[in-house]
Every structure is written in C-alpha cells, then in structure tokens.
C-alpha cells in the first residue's frame, strides 16, 4: 500500500482536515465531526479513507470564525493541572508533555488519572488537546541503538497520547548527524511506518512539526517533509505542526500578510496544506533565516505582532489548535499577556 505525496496536492482552498475526540461535546466541533462522516468523535476506517474528500473549511459553522488558542502547559502535579492551567488563561488549545521532556524514562500514566484528564478536557471545552514528544527522540539517529531506543520511547509517547484521548502527537521529525538529509529521512520514514504498523488504530495522528533547521535537524524545509510523507505507507494516518518561530527562523519569510500568501502557497505546492493540523505560535528572538529555534514573546521579536494577523485570521486554519511555547514563570502571566495580543489581531 503506497500513498505518493504528489497525488495528493489539493487546491489550497480545501484546508486541513481534522480529527477529533474529547472535544466532541462542543456543539460546534460535533457539526465538524458530522461533516467528516465520524461519528460521537471516534474514527472509523471507513472515515479515514473518506478524510482525503472532507472539506471541513467550506463546511464549518459560521460561528466556528476563530481558531482554538492556548499554551503548552506543564503537568507538574499531574495532567489535570496542565487542563487547570490552560482554564486560567482562558485557553481553548493546549499542548502537554505527556513525560519529562528531557529523560528516557517516562512514568506510566494511571487509567484513573488519564479518566480524570479527559473529562477535564471536555469540561473545559479543549479543542483538540495535542503532546509533544520527548527532545531526546531522533528517529533520524543513524545508531541502531539509538534509533531503535527512539522508537521505543515513541511508543510510549503513543500510548500515553492514546490514554488521554489526545488528537496529536507533534514530533519532531529527527536529525541526521552528518549522515545526510536522504538517509535521514529514509530512517524517520521507516520509524513512522513500524509505529504505524504496530499501532493500526492509533487516533492520536502523529504530526512532523517544521524545525528551525538548526545542526543537522530535518523538517526545516518543506522538501524534506514532502519526501517524508512520500515514504510514508499511511501518509494520511499523518499532519503537520507549523511553528511560527522556526518557519520564520528556517528562512520562509511570514511577517506580512504578503508573506504568509506566499509561503502556505509554497507549502501547499511541496506538502499540501491539508496536512497542517495545529500551530505553535512562537515569536523569533533572531532574525529570518537565522536557524536558531530560540522563541520569543508575541509581538517581541524578530517577527512582529502584525505577523500573527494574518495566521489567526486565515479560514483554512481557524480549526486548528494554536498553542504559545514562549517562555513564561509559574504565574503564567506571560500567557496572559501573549494570548491577549493575539486576541486583538482577531477579525
Ligand atoms: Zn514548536
Ligand atoms: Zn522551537
């Protein structure tokens, strides 16, 4: 079974497609899930294969204008408390770290505790919640051990998502360590494939997020994501995370409206815009093309408040979870603040 990327280019007026879960008591989000031929949230296969035909976008309510945004949110004190967090912000997005971000180990995830989440997320009407996986994931290593490590731990980043009803598991896709950019993506491919293959119903979509291109880090150009998803048996068991901070840091210049046209044009030519499920919302502490992931308050940095004007108001993205990653005390006062600017440039 071969799903070629090229085939798959659609009009850029089609937008994304979705999936959702816990979020399906928002009246809204079950019209959306009507639309994709779901039914009460879960995914059937039938409707996986139909996903490529959605047009979610012409079809959403009227009253669905904005997208859903938020925070990453730590889960200190457990993963309730992320959902406790996104609430006192206001947040209707949010992105957790299921484990430590930074250690191999990862605690198990009680079904008590993972229950509890859920019901949080839905009470608090989160669209759409979303993980990032572990930093010390490469699927790109070109050491066995360590890439076979890798996928281990992505298994466990995969059943933790799928224990909290998560839509997404953003990661990022690797880096080749001087072993080139084909070879490197030939093992993040094959990465995805065995997760894919060992995990048939897995809900929790896998999304490669757009990298800053630092060192040898893969995914900074939408070249390497096209040939990723080409080599990709169930490329439509996949999406996209596009971060603001490392486009614009990897060289795709989305400071203006002008800009934004252009480069989602270039990513809907190479990639296919209907691949694009969520956003981090990141400003950049340096300058375009710069290759440094380092994030910086909305509005702060290099790219400009006025940048984000054009993403938040952008219909083929205004069901997408946007989430800030940009840093913040425990008060998180910064969020605040972050989420406020963004606000004022909705239309
Ligand atoms: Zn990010
Ligand atoms: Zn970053």
């Given at each position: 079974m071969s799903s070629r990327g090229a085939g798959e280019l659609r009009p850029s007026d089609e937008g994304p497609v979705f999936i959702?879960?816990?979020?399906?008591?928002?009246?809204s989000v079950r019209g959306n899930i009507a639309a994709l031929g779901t039914t009460g949230g879960r995914r059937t296969r039938k409707s996986a294969a139909a996903e490529s035909e959605a047009k979610p976008a012409a079809k959403s309510p009227a009253h669905v204008a904005h997208p859903p945004l938020g925070a990453h949110m730590s889960?200190?004190?457990?993963?309730?408390k992320a959902v406790e967090r996104a609430v006192s912000v206001g947040g209707t997005a949010l992105q957790i770290f299921t484990s430590s971000s930074n250690q191999w180990h990862a605690r198990d995830i009680s079904e008590g505790e993972a229950a509890a989440f859920r019901d949080a997320v839905a009470a608090a009407r989160i669209v759409r919640p979303f993980a990032h996986n572990t930093y010390l994931v490469n699927l790109a290593s070109p050491k066995?051990?360590?890439?076979?490590?890798?996928?281990g731990a992505m298994e466990g980043e995969v059943r933790r998502a799928e224990a909290l009803g998560l839509s997404y598991l953003v990661m990022h896709p690797g880096s080749h360590v001087g072993t080139g950019e084909e070879s490197g993506l030939e093992r993040i491919a094959e990465a995805v494939n065995r997760l894919h293959a060992k995990f048939p119903d897995l809900k929790a979509q896998l999304c490669f997020e757009v990298t800053a291109g630092q060192?040898?880090?893969l995914g900074c150009r939408f070249e390497h994501l096209a040939r990723l998803f080409d080599q990709i048996e169930a490329a439509d068991r996949m999406g996209v995370c596009l971060d603001t901070c490392h486009l614009f840091a990897s060289g795709y210049d989305i400071s203006t409206a002008e800009g934004w046209k252009k480069v989602t044009a270039e990513f809907d030519r190479v990639v296919g815009v209907r691949r694009?499920?969520?956003f981090h919302l990141n400003d950049s502490?340096?300058?375009?093309?710069?290759?440094?992931?380092?994030h910086e308050q909305i509005g702060k940095g290099a790219m400009g408040l006025e940048a984000f004007r054009a993403i938040l108001n952008d219909p083929r993205f205004r069901e997408c979870p946007m989430v800030l990653e940009t840093p913040k005390g425990e008060d998180l006062a910064e969020d605040h603040?972050?989420?406020?600017?963004?606000?004022g440039l909705l239309a």
């Open positions: 959702d879960r816990a979020s399906n008591t928002d009246p889960i200190a004190g457990g993963v309730v066995p051990d360590l890439w076979e490590k890798s996928i060192g040898t880090n694009i499920r969520c502490k340096k300058g375009l093309g710069c290759r440094v992931d380092r603040v972050n989420l406020a600017a963004l606000r």
